[in-house]
């Protein structure tokens, strides 16, 4: 069984095109589980009208780790609540390509959910550079993260410890213990939002910066980057602090 886990704080805007998105695959043996972080609008009703489990969240590690806690599938697939799966085979073609590679873990490109030059440039440096580094430094974003239930419990799943980048952090410690790769052939849709609510210039620079803090200090433990979790309509920004205690 594949278990999809989505950690979610105020998304009821665009959890439920995740959602339907899901419902429209053709593999068919998964669970869907929404580790929720105290969200004040319908993310909860909305989940839970899709079929879903919901259990408490928190910062993405906690979310995750809680979603794959009570996962039933060997394999984990971790999706963003801004991701949304692009035809009915992805998840069959995405699944039987970590297989046919016996991957541990894994991670696609992506693309941008807009028409915006800028984005598709940004979108596809990404993508260069993930597929460059895999070997030797592996990224792996919350975006879309597949692994094995197995290597997941070895690693000890997500580092709460870590603010930002808790993901790639994820990535490496898994590659030393088992097998990483980033599947070609499929790519995943992810919104723009950080760019929109940020600016390009600022985010690519806070990227940089914590990749260098990564290769030069190793995981990001402290909050200098000021990292936000959550979105909402209104544009309010939701401080990490927060929610650090669910």
Known sequence: MLSIVIPTLDE???????????KRQSFRDLEVIVADAGSRDRTREIAMAHGATVVAGGLPSVGRNS???AAKGELLLFLDADVE????DFLTHFVAEFERQ????ATTFIKPLSDRQIDAIF?????????ATQ???PHAHGFCILARRTIHELIGGFDPAVRLAEDHDYAQRAARRGRFGVVRGTRI??????????????TACKYILCELHMLALGAVKSDIFRYRFGYSKSGAKSESKTISNF
Do not use: C, M
């Not at 016996?102 to 873990?105: E, G, K, N």
């Not at 979108?123 to 597929?131: A, D, E, H, V, W």
């Open 12 to 22: 009821e805007e665009l959890l439920p095109r995740l959602l339907a998105s899901i």
């Open 67 to 69: 979603g794959a806690a």
């Open 85 to 88: 799966l692009p035809d009915p």
């Open 102 to 105: 016996t991957l541990d873990v």
């Open 123 to 131: 979108y596809g440096f990404y993508n260069s550079y993930i597929f």
């Open 135 to 137: 070997k030797f430094f």
């Open 189 to 202: 849709p992810v919104s723009t939002r950080r760019f929109e609510r940020d600016g390009h210039l600022l």
